[in-house]
């Protein structure tokens, strides 16, 4: 992968940035996704944030090697703290799990004001994300699922709006699976929730073997209706 190529994942970020958006690319590592962005004519502007001091001097070498140091501001920081106020109206967070993410939107929301889109793509806990946008008034436009190297990523867009569009009452649910994956159940999203509920029978079956401690009774009551949320999903479609 580089500026030119980037990965199916990142491919699907890039996607859902609005033409000629001011972005900000939070955990940049290698500013692929700024620099492709930028060459693209997608993003006018692009600020590349990293917080460790290896991936942020990676995103500045690569930066100045594709002669973009106009348009590409790298900045070393933790989260939005790289983002000035009014600065950005679109920002990417990708490849970190789901409670980092919403943690981060959380810490920044100041920074968010003029932040028309949300793009982000954690690698686990999307529900975690989907319980941040319905406590700050993100409303879910788009959501992809997809398959690399073995492994499945989700991609969630959002706008401000009302949070509970799309989720048409199955709240817990859409939380859990995702409002419009559900609705699409493509065979990938199948194939994820089919994995994850026979990996929850399978813990549950070591809990029952443990004897029934308190501590596991509460754990077991939540696989139990986690694998209820996922077989009647799965038999609507």
């Not at 398959?147 to 401000?160: N, R, T």
């Amino acid at each position: 992968m580089n500026s030119d190529h980037l990965s199916k994942r990142l491919q699907t970020v890039v996607r859902f940035i609005p033409m000629g958006s001011r972005l900000a690319d939070i955990g940049s590592d290698h500013a692929y996704l700024p620099c492709y962005a930028v060459k693209k004519g997608i993003a006018t502007f692009a600020i590349a944030g990293e917080v460790a001091e290896g991936p942020y001097r990676s995103a500045l070498k690569q930066v100045q090697i594709e002669g973009l140091t106009k348009s590409i501001s790298v900045r070393k920081g933790d989260g939005l703290e790289v983002v000035e106020p009014g600065e950005v109206d679109c920002v990417t967070i990708a490849g970190m799990g789901g409670t980092l993410i919403a943690n981060i939107l959380e810490r920044g929301k100041e920074k968010l004001s003029d932040v028309k889109r949300l793009i982000l793509q954690p690698n686990i806990g999307a529900i975690s994300i989907r319980k941040w946008f319905l406590e700050n008034g993100w409303m879910l436009i788009s959501e992809e699922i997809l398959e690399e190297d073995g492994k499945i990523y989700e991609v969630l867009a959002a706008e401000k709006g009302d949070p509970y569009t799309g989720y048409n009452g199955k709240l817990e649910s859409g939380l859990l699976l995702g409002p419009l994956l559900q609705k699409k159940q493509n065979e990938i999203f199948k194939k994820k929730w089919t994995f994850e509920k026979a990996n929850w029978k399978r813990i549950l079956h070591q809990l029952e073997q443990a004897g029934d401690k308190p501590e596991n009774r509460q754990k077991k009551e939540e696989l139990l209706h986690k694998i209820s949320l996922v077989e009647e999903a799965l038999r609507q479609k």
